[in-house]
Structure formats: C-alpha cells, structure tokens
C-alpha cells in the first residue's frame, strides 16, 4: 500500500548528570540490539547523543534523529533522566513520541548499577504535562531491553497513524443524502486533529467522469477488473464504465491532495448517481480499498477518516459497514448455537452493498444492486460486488465528531463466523461479546450512525491509543464491556 507512511523511530538514550552515563549507553545499546534480533534494523535508529542536563545535548539530539530521517522519537530513561532537556525534546520534534524506562538488571548491581529510571518516569509526565506535550506511555513503561523493545514495536501503529493523519486530506463529492442525517457530522474535529478536506459537488465528479470517456487507459483496466472478478463477472457490460470511473477518482486525488501525502474519498451513490451515472460505484470503492484508498459511501466523512485510521494501524485493507440485521434465531440455532461461545444477541449481520474489496470475501459476484432495483431498472445498478466476508477476527470501530463538535469513538474486537449468510451485499455474521448491551449502551446511547469501520485482526489496543493520543476523550472511547460490568446507563435491575 503506497497511501501510508513508513515509520522510522529515533531511539534517544537521557542520562541525569548525578548518575552514571554509562547506565543509559549500555542499556541503550542492549534495546537497540533486543528490537533488531526480534522485528529487525528498519524501524529505529540509534542516536549516539546522549542526553544529559544539557540543552545543547537535546538540540545536538534532536538536529542528529532529523538527519537521521526519524518521524517518531522515543524518549528512553537509561536512568533517572533529565525531565528538562528530555521533556523539552519531546516538545520541539515535529511528529509522535513516547517515552520508556529501564528496570533495574540485577539484585546483585543495586548500588553503582541502579539507574532510578522508575522513579525518573514520574517527573518526565509531569514535565510532560507542563509543556502540553502529547505522548505515548505504554501501559506498564518500564522493563528491560526486551520489554523496552516490545513497548517500541506497539507505539509502531500509534506512530504510523498519527503521522498519517498530519498528512491527510479527505476528499467528498456531493451533500449526505437526506435520509443519511446521521453521516452529516461537523468537520471542525477534522481541522482539529490536523486533517484536511476538500469537498466538492457531485457536478463536478459528473464533468470529470464525461472527460474521461474514451480514456486510452479504459481498455488495460476492463481487463484487469475481468481478471480479478474470474467467473464472478456477471456484469462485463458494464466494466468500461467502472474502469472510466476509476480512473476518475484517482486522477482526482492526484490532482487535488495539495500539500498533502496521503487521501481518502467520500462519495455517494443515490439518489441521483445511478441514473445519471448508469451504474453504481460499489465494486471501484472495493477496488480503491483494495489499493489503499478507502472510499466511505454515503459521503460519510468520518467513515472514510475511520477506515483510513484502520488502515494505517493494521497496514491491511478495512472496509465500511452498516451495523445491520439481526441474526435470525433459526440461523442462530442451527449454525452457532453449541458451536461458538455467542448468545444471540452477542451476534449481528455487518452488511454494505458491494464496497468489500474482493480480497477480503470467500466467494464474490459483480452484479446488480438488489435494493436500488426494487425502484429503478437494473441496468443503471449494476456495478456492486457481493460476497460472504472472510472469517476471522476483526475490530469494529468508528472515530466520530458528535452534532455539537466533540470527538468520540467505539472500538470491539470480535470476529467474523464462518457461517453462509443466505443473503445479499457484501455480508458477514459478526459475533461481539456482550454485542447486545454495547449496542444498547454504547451505539444508541451515545447516538453513533449505522456505519462502522472494520479492520481484519486483533487491533483494539493501537487503535485505542491513536484515539487518545489524537485527543479522543478517554471516557469518550466507548468499548464492549465484559458480563458483570454495568454501563453508566445501564439498568442495575437489568
């Protein structure tokens, strides 16, 4: 995926003057060469200077990790630590940082060989606090060199993201539709967290795609859709329109993501798109997703926001669905009742009309649009790709902008059943421990939209740090309490 930033974390060793520097190069050293035997050189740099009580130290540091090409930086306290010249590090690199402490080696060293790291962690967050400086603590911060090691691999996705989102920019086309008020969100949490947009009218998209029409690239695209589709192909009529949009979109955000690295898109599909179009977008937002460009329907701004966030935390394709339908109780009995740990309602059906990329599907078609051809002719809705998801673990999650501007967000880990959905779209049977009460306390109460993002594996701990570390409220983060925990709404008498 080439919409996504590569990490590289600048690893900087901080010593107090009143202990040994010894302390902190050692132990340094021995943290570089624990993440090199296990994840290997690419993601860090050492940086020989060591702070001290100096300044000059921390500006010799902090010109060194920039030559160095870092745009994350790890704070690492070999020993008690300096908080001035640690803190005032943090404060002037430009990207993500976090800070770890070394724990004592050895009871047989607790003399000249003490470092004091733990103690030095209390007066580098307060600091910290001082200076309104936002960094990642991991959740126990002290360890020796391969604890330190794994605490730099987890701040990986946090550091990724956070760079990402600096460079972002989301790109819509058209208003939400009427009856999608819930996708109409305001955009002033994006200026907040530092991510831009450019939103345009679907006029413009509509001129756009008529310029392309006769595009030489046309016939090369048809034929690689019709590759990846196989025998799923139900509508090759319609390729030469897809590949035309396609290529419309992409020369787009080429044209228009500005200063910015990376894009996403936001566009809409009804309930004028069809007729004028002649086809529905699904299978070229699969398709762009499947690229590392995820495109949220609906023009739902914060849903591409949210897939993108997925996105660069797992580095795999996310998708976008509607929090649908219930399991009906005869499919619940004969397929994962005895089978699965779920009760019913742990269970529900994630559902959107065709925008699974088809990597993340066990079987796909590329054919009609079921729920517009209830109303208009099928042949202007063709275009959608249907599928069963993949099974297999998956985070739901959302980062959202409430309807009076504050940011909010949910985050469950559950998985995908392997279980035939007998329906239409791309669609899954998902299972949520507690789903029910999450459903009722988290989603409803605290008024979230039919979609949500989907990223493929265990992802809930980075995504729950990158949702505090952009400045999501911790009691804002809403998550899927176990059994026996009760929701501040929650009726004790149940």
Same mark, same amino acid.
């Given at each position: 995926m080439n919409n996504i930033p590569v990490v590289k974390i600048g690893i900087v060793g901080v010593s107090r003057d009143c202990f040994p520097a010894e302390l902190t190069i050692n132990r340094r050293a021995a943290l570089v060469k624990a993440y090199t035997d296990k994840y290997g050189a690419a993601d860090i740099y050492e940086c020989p200077v060591t702070i001290i009580e100096s300044e000059i130290d921390m500006v010799n540091a902090l010109e060194d990790i920039k030559k160095a090409g870092c745009n994350a930086l790890c704070v690492y306290l070999g020993n008690f630590g300096p908080e001035i010249s640690e803190t005032l590090l943090a404060k002037h690199f430009d990207g993500p940082k976090m800070f770890c402490a070394a724990a004592e080696e050895s009871q047989n060293d607790l003399s000249d060989g003490r470092g004091d790291a733990y103690c030095g962690m209390l007066n580098a967050s307060y600091n910290l606090a001082l200076r309104n400086v936002k960094a990642y603590i991991p959740e126990y911060p002290v360890g020796d060199a391969e604890d330190c090691a794994d605490m730099i691999h987890d701040f990986l996705p946090v550091a990724r993201a956070v760079i990402a989102l600096n460079d972002l920019k989301i790109i819509s086309f058209g208003p939400r539709p009427l009856n999608f008020l819930a996708c109409n969100a305001p955009i002033k949490q994006l200026y907040n967290i530092n991510v831009e947009i450019e939103e345009n009218s679907e006029l413009d998209l509509f001129e756009s795609f008529n310029n392309h029409a006769g595009d030489e690239r046309i016939p090369a695209l048809v034929e690689e859709m019709a590759a990846e589709l196989g025998t799923g192909n139900k509508k090759p009529e319609v390729l030469p329109?897809?590949? !035309?949009?396609? #290529?419309?979109?992409?020369?787009?955000?080429?044209?228009? @993501?500005?200063? @910015?690295?990376?894009?996403?898109?936001?566009?809409?599909?009804?309930?004028?798109? !069809?007729? !004028?179009?002649?086809?529905?977008?699904?299978?070229?937002?699969? @398709?762009?997703?499947?690229?590392?460009?995820?495109? $949220?329907?609906?023009?739902?701004?914060?849903?591409? #926001?949210?897939?993108?966030?997925?996105?660069?935390? $797992?580095?795999?394709?996310?998708?976008l669905l509607d929090i649908n339908n219930s399991v009906p109780k005869d499919m619940f009995k004969e397929s994962i009742e005895g089978k699965f740990p779920y009760k019913l309602t742990d269970t529900f059906m994630g559902f959107h009309c065709g925008n699974t990329c088809s990597s993340k599907l066990a079987f796909h078609e590329m054919k009609y649009q079921k729920i517009m051809a209830r109303s208009l002719p099928i042949e202007v809705t063709n275009g959608t790709l249907e599928g069963d998801i993949i099974p297999g673990d998956i985070t739901f999650y959302r980062l959202q902008s409430t309807a009076d501007a504050k940011l909010r967000a949910y985050i469950a880990e559950g998985e995908v059943l392997p279980v035939a959905t007998r329906s239409f779209g791309g669609i899954g049977v998902f299972a949520i421990p507690e789903m029910g009460r999450f459903y009722r306390h988290v989603l409803l109460e605290k008024n979230y939209p039919h979609h949500g993002a989907v990223a493929f594996g265990k992802h809930g701990k980075a995504l729950f740090e990158v949702f505090k570390y952009i400045g999501v409220p911790v009691d804002e983060i809403g998550y899927n309490q176990p059994a026996g925990v009760r929701y501040p709404t929650e009726n004790p008498w149940g």
């Open positions: 329109k897809l590949a !035309q949009y396609e #290529l419309t979109l992409k020369d787009w955000a080429d044209a228009h @993501r500005g200063y @910015r690295k990376y894009v996403v898109l936001t566009t809409k599909c009804w309930p004028a798109f !069809q007729t !004028q179009f002649g086809f529905v977008p699904c299978y070229v937002n699969s @398709r762009l997703a499947g690229q590392g460009y995820p495109v $949220s329907c609906e023009v739902d701004i914060y849903g591409a #926001l949210s897939e993108y966030i997925g996105e660069v935390v $797992s580095q795999d394709i996310v998708t």
